[in-house]
């Protein structure tokens, strides 16, 4: 019998100015909740750059003070990947308000990090923002669809499997004292995907 199919999606997580001394811990959270990290940028957008991000919210009342906040200071930008990972990691984060969220969801992100209704240390893409806000944040990103069943097959086949092989040929020359270790620090160090991490405080170019 077929396996049952499993799709993988991506979605954007923002950490915001508010939480930015608390990132490492919620990057804990991040990769303990089962998420791949595929890009990472930190940034200080301009208010220029933060109002055509959220131009959905043009003309609400909290408009212009969102801005103002999302570009007081530098925010961690993740493409996230997983299984249904849009509402996975909205789940994760819990409601926009960081009072409700306390009282609804003590878990969530927003619960223990978030201020109030407005600096609620995180972002999450809904469904049909996810692409648009990743290349926002990567322009350089090519967002091509994540292959399920046969073609799932063809691209391990071609391109994870001969990595992987190389890396099982080299632990059996190496014979290391802690073989799961040794392999894992080997394809961090061999994959051929590296994911495009970059630490530097910059402004992003949309
Ligand atoms: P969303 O697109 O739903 O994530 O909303 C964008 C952001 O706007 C939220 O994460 C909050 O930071 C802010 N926001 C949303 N609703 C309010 C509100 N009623 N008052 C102040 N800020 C808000």
């Not at 919210?57 to 906040?69: C, D, E, I, R």
């Not at 097959?153 to 391109?159: I, V």
């Not at 894992?184 to 994911?195: G, H, R, S």
Request: net charge negative; with cysteine.
């Amino acid at each position: 019998m077929e396996p049952p199919q499993i799709y993988v999606e991506r979605t954007l997580a923002i950490i915001k100015p508010d939480a930015i001394d608390c990132a490492d811990e919620i990057e804990e959270i991040i990769y303990r909740s089962g998420f791949t990290v595929l890009q990472k940028r930190r940034a200080h957008l301009t208010p220029e750059q933060t109002s055509d991000f959220y131009a959905e919210h043009y003309g609400k009342m909290f408009f212009p003070s969102l801005v103002a906040y999302m570009s007081s200071g530098p925010i961690i930008a993740m493409v996230l990947a997983k299984e249904n990972a849009v509402n996975y990691w909205r789940e994760l984060i819990g409601p926009t308000n960081c009072f409700r969220a306390r009282e609804t969801h003590p878990d969530s992100i927003r619960a223990l990090y978030g201020t109030d209704d407005q600096r609620n240390a995180v972002h999450g893409s809904d469904q049909y923002g996810a692409e648009r806000e990743i290349r926002f944040m990567f322009p350089e990103s090519i967002v091509e669809p994540i292959p399920s069943g046969q073609a799932a097959k063809d691209y391990l086949a071609k391109l994870v499997n001969p990595t992987l092989l190389r890396g099982l040929t080299n632990l059996c020359k190496q014979k290391p004292g802690d073989p799961i270790t040794w392999l894992a620090d080997w394809l961090i160090q061999n994959n051929p995907n590296k994911p495009c991490v970059n630490d530097k405080v910059e402004i992003v170019e949309p």
